[in-house]
């Protein structure tokens, strides 16, 4: 079954056209419609017919999809005219989300989060956006101050932290936003759209143990 089988329909929502859409004018909507901060990160180059990321690294764990300079957090904005002139420089650069600013990161395997999406939804729980990355991890994001609060809450549940494959991104970490590609292995998708409806994102400790207990059955 493809991943686009897998993944529910969810409301059509503002943000992702993204068919047809010029990586440009999706970076471009993300500053102005979800006031997200956003910024160019690497890009893909053919050569031979082999995609190549820009950072010269054959062996890139990344490639086209990560920091493209060591300031990149200051490069990061949410202005969509800013973003608009640093994509002309660069079309095809990546668009990558800063955490621990509009938004905090809770990231965990592709099985686990498919499980957690299912047990959420029997729980009637509001969810935030959801992404769905190539290197097969799902990132749901929630409000800033998650990668505090995240080890503490983990513990309540009985879990230690490093027996969990389950890490919160706040300041100083990044997710690659749809429809940045990982090289050939495809490219970042929504698992859980932005939608009007999840404008405003649930706290990490409504989501929390949903996502523990997927984790600790994916283990």
């Known amino acids: 079954m493809g991943v686009e089988e897998t993944i529910p329909a969810t409301e059509a929502a503002q943000i992702p056209k993204q068919r047809g859409e010029t990586l440009l004018e999706t970076a471009v909507r993300y500053a102005e419609e979800r006031h997200w901060d956003v910024f160019p990160g690497t890009w893909l180059e053919a050569v031979d017919g082999v995609q190549y990321?820009?950072?010269g690294d054959a062996a890139?764990?990344?490639p086209g999809a990560h920091p493209a300079r060591p300031d990149w957090a200051?490069?990061?904005t949410g202005s969509a005219t800013v973003a608009r002139r640093m994509w002309q420089k660069q079309p095809t650069a990546s668009i990558l989300l800063p955490t621990g600013r509009t938004f905090d990161a809770i990231s965990v395997p592709e099985t686990a989060g498919f499980l957690a999406l299912a047990r959420m939804e029997r729980m009637e729980l509001s969810l935030g956006?959801?992404?769905l990355a190539p290197d097969r991890r799902m990132n749901f994001f929630v409000l800033p101050g998650a990668s505090v609060k995240v080890p503490e809450l983990v513990?309540?549940?009985g879990w230690s932290v490093g027996s969990l494959d389950l890490v919160a991104l706040g300041e100083g970490a990044y997710?690659?936003?749809p429809p940045t590609r990982f090289g050939s292995r495809g490219a970042v998708q929504?698992?859980?759209?932005p939608t009007p409806a999840n404008r405003w994102l649930p706290d990490a400790e409504e989501l929390i143990s949903p996502l523990a207990?997927?984790?600790g059955r994916d283990r």
């Open 53 to 55: 990321c820009s950072c």
């Open 60 to 62: 890139c764990p990344a």
């Open 74 to 76: 200051s490069q990061a």
């Open 129 to 131: 956006p959801v992404t």
């Open 155 to 157: 513990r309540k549940l």
């Open 175 to 177: 997710v690659a936003g």
């Open 190 to 193: 929504w698992a859980c759209r």
């Open 213 to 215: 207990y997927a984790c």
